[in-house]
């Protein structure tokens, strides 16, 4: 053997890994660390808002947090969170050795972790962004926002170039690397959504990259394109924004349909009911989508006809989506189902995500959209699409792989205790906040002021905020209990389910399987269950296995990028210790140096030999 | 076994069939490079030296951007290939989806004139 896989430390093989197994746990990582940091910013700005005219935050303080746990938890949070479970699960999911190309993968996550570190270091350099996650000009113009504006707009850059090339190898990857037999038409709902995600990605950050260009060209080099004195358009951002801002809805929500679609049925013991219906729904939400972003903008002045046309393309939307809730409805109907954590997660999700998709169409109406606008009414909206949507779909999703991912069971008490008091408290905060928005109280204000009929309603959401925050906090107790007495798996499939990541021995080896499946069918191991003997047929003699090698360049790349955005954000600073052109060309001397080593050095991987495999293979006993 | 996987291969594994076919390929590109730089130069020309008439050029311009984003989606683009209808179905919807989205916008912010 010419290139043998060399024994490494174990820091050093995290940080030059090029598996997708070890991204994904990396990426579940990072995204919780950036979902507890928004998570306790909510925390504190509902303590603010507990009794009227409070003191806990000051005003600035809390159109800072405001700013950031809106663009944290949907930039940094929800989608490393999917993209954990996709970078984990598609490749086992469609029968691939990993994705179509694993420099590159880690390469997203490095950047996408750049600009998020880029982001976070607004509070050291006077206070964060504080325009809100929209960053509304003339709000977050240079008149108005400071440096840690920039730090956003610099940030979110960064990270989107992260997630923008994930996006592009998920297409390669489930376009080029499906197993034999693996149709499109029997891809897991799961890399379905994905898929279409993906392509959401593609369309719409490339907009939101160029609105982000724009701004910082406004804000760091004195151009006007946001500036109306100067001949610029305010609206115009407002509408580049939210041509991005609308799809990132179905980019997270989409994934989290998949992950539902993919417990319920393990859970029903039956097939998802309407396969064909639930590919093309999503398709159908995924195009809709994008026409209907000047719903946000109703209040805007567009007129009456733009404003119908959008409001009814918007109301469109419900229809696919009705048929998604329908089928999941009918998969469960009949069916022997497990109430276990990851189903309960998965059940209460098709309820919750009704009542925001029913509030959803209430807002789509223009003419009672104005009543509605800037209300706490909209807030609660939006969370119980995303909070009751995705994240309950992300908690169903890591009980249901966690066994997976990890080698053990996370703990079924704690987490049915965890489920319940999480979602106790997500409906006390958020289904008051309904009301409180029909009263009147706007959103973004830092308080109140008493005797409004408003103390009670507030002084419940922020009760529910602590029930929720109990919740996180018991499952973090429950991952750390499990690790050390959690029920150890060493069974490939202890859900008895039906996909085919079930079918790869538990620890997945690097390689993942170790012969190619054939796919026969629709679900293909519950498939070879019913009809073969419960084994993938192999579509391939057992032979070496190329591999890639591990390389640092992504992380490298990643540094050179976070201090080229950190030296145009030095530009807005009033003494920089060092020449920010120093920084910003030396940042990108670094990316293009390394990426020129990238092109340069060959490097052919390694093989996994022969005997390797099927050592590996009779240990897995598989 | 399959050691020499690894290293470079001395010579090309193409056939002279496929050595001929890349040919006639660079040939195309370099011809349809040079053909778009061509109206490139055009349609500076038209405006610059005034050698179309005033009410004409934008017409005129626009029907040669026309011509070379033709060019460029079926030549640069692969568009013609065979064995591309993933690329080809991609670069449809997003066309599908960007055309609707930038007149919605130029309607809506009021870029009516061109």
Known sequence: MAAQKQEKSVIWDWLTTVDHKKLGIMYLIAGTLFFVKAGVMALFMRIQLMYPEMNFLSGQTFNEFITMHGTIMLFLAATPLLFAFMNYVIPLQIGARDVAFPFVNALGFWIFFAGGLLLSLSWFFGGGPDAGWTAYVPLSSRDYAGVGLDFYVLGLQVSGIGTLISAINFLVTIINMRAPGMTMMRLPLFVWTSFISSTLILFAFTPLAAGLALLMLDRIFGAQFFIPSMGGNTVLWQHIFWIFGHPEVYILVLPAFGIISEVIPAFSRKRLFGYTAMVFATMIIAFLGFMVWAHHMFTVGMGPVANSIFAIATMTIAVPTGIKIFNWLFTMWGGKITFNTAMLFASSFVPTFVLGGVTGVMLAMAPVDYLYHDTYFVVAHFHYIIVGGIVLALFAGLFYWYPKMFGHMLNETLGKLFFWIFYIGFHLTFFVQHLLGLMGMPRRVYTYLGDQGLDTFNFISTIGTFFMSAGVILLVINVIYSAFKGERVTVADPWDARTLEWAVPTPVPEYNFAQTPQVRSLDPLFYEKIHGDGTMKPAEPIQPIHMPNGSILPLIISIGLFFAGLGFIMMNMDNPIINPWIVAIGGLVITFGSMFVRSVKEDHGYYVPVEQVKADLKKGGN | ?114
């Open chain 2, 1 to 114: 076994m399959a050691d020499n996987l690894s290293q470079p291969f001395d010579k090309s594994a193409m056939t002279e069939e496929e050595k001929r076919q890349v040919n006639k390929e660079i040939r195309k590109q370099i011809v349809v490079f040079a053909l778009m730089i061509f109206l490139t130069i055009i349609s500076f020309l038209a405006v610059g030296a005034d050698i179309v008439p005033r009410s004409f050029a934008i017409p005129f311009i626009l029907l040669l951007a026309v011509v070379q984003f033709a060019l460029q989606l079926i030549f640069f683009m692969h568009l013609k290939d065979k064995d591309h209808g993933w690329a080809t179905a991609f670069m449809i919807s997003g066309i599908f989806i960007t055309v609707p989205t930038i007149a919605a916008l130029m309607l809506l912010i009021g870029v009516v004139k061109y």
